[in-house]
């Protein structure tokens, strides 16, 4: 079992950074890949951005491409998503998810466990 802790949402002003974490505790989760999702008020999960194990490979929605990074420490069991220029429409509740799959899934069912999910608001 891998229990997973998204912290670091909050209010911010349009342009501003915010950056998540997801801890991880239970089992290593040193070998999972692990993915960044979002769900707006009124709309589908979304996939945000997503890291293999190693953190050699990443992998970001168009939405965020370019204003986004993942990272990982893996010495920490935790990995970051560093959120720059955020735009009122990044607005949702963010979770990461783990899973033992050597690729990035951008799919929900992708991931065998989930963080409780932290509230990010941009305001205009």
């Known amino acids: 079992q891998v229990h997973l802790v998204a912290s670091g949402g909050g209010l911010v002003q349009a342009g501003d950074s915010l950056r998540l974490s997801c801890a991880a505790s239970?089992?290593?989760?040193?070998?999972?890949?692990v993915g960044w999702f979002r769900q707006g008020p009124g709309k589908e999960r979304e996939s945000v951005a997503g890291i293999t194990w190693s953190g050699a490979n990443t992998l970001f929605g168009d939405s965020v491409k370019g204003r986004f990074t993942i990272s990982r420490d893996n010495t920490k069991n935790t990995v970051y998503l560093q959120m720059n220029s955020l735009k009122p429409e990044d607005t949702a509740v963010y979770y990461c998810a783990a899973g033992s799959s050597p690729f990035i899934a951008t799919m929900a069912r992708g991931y065998d466990y989930w963080g409780q999910g932290t509230q990010v608001t941009v305001s205009s």
């Open positions: 239970g089992r290593t989760f040193r070998t999972d890949s």
